[in-house]
């Protein structure tokens, strides 16, 4: 009678072990993948930033004006610094597209995918 019980606790028990692991698994790919995806797409917005030009009239690494409003730490200002309107990604893109002041439209200049690109690298600043 004992043989039997112990196999079957023992079978359950395996059974446990085997689907935690692939839980544990499925987890630390979702959560090692969103950084990964949000580097390389950082990566990707900072040479977009360089090709489209947009440093010729941006500092990066400070606020100072160049010929725009520097962009250090752009997404944790309490508002855009020309406009005034609230830093949400809507209203970057909004700026890109459709600019407010002497600012060049980039409109039908880049996808959805790279304005998102441009997003994730701005956010690093
Ligand atoms: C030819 C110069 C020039 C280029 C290139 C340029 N900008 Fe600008 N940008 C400006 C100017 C000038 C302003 C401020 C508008 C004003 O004062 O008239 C501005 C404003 C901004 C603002 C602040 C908007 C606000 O509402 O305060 C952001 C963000 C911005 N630019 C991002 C970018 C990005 C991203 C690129 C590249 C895709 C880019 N700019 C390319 C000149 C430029």
């Known amino acids: 009678m004992r043989t039997p019980v112990l196999n079957q606790t023992t079978i359950v028990l395996l059974a446990l072990v085997v689907v935690i692991s692939i839980l544990l698994g499925v987890l630390r790919n979702t959560v090692d993948m969103d950084p990964v995806d949000f580097e390389r797409d950082a990566q990707l917005g900072a040479e977009l930033f360089e090709d489209q030009g947009c440093f010729r009239c941006h500092f990066t690494d400070s ?17 855009l610094p020309v406009s005034d309107k609230p830093v949400t990604e809507e209203n970057v893109k909004n700026q890109i597209l459709d600019p407010v002041g002497d600012m060049p439209s980039y409109e039908d200049r880049m996808s959805e995918e790279e304005l998102d690109q441009i997003i994730f690298f701005l956010k690093t600043l």
């Open 63 to 79: 606020t100072e004006t160049r010929i725009g409003p520097g962009l250090k730490g752009l997404f944790d200002m309490e508002a």
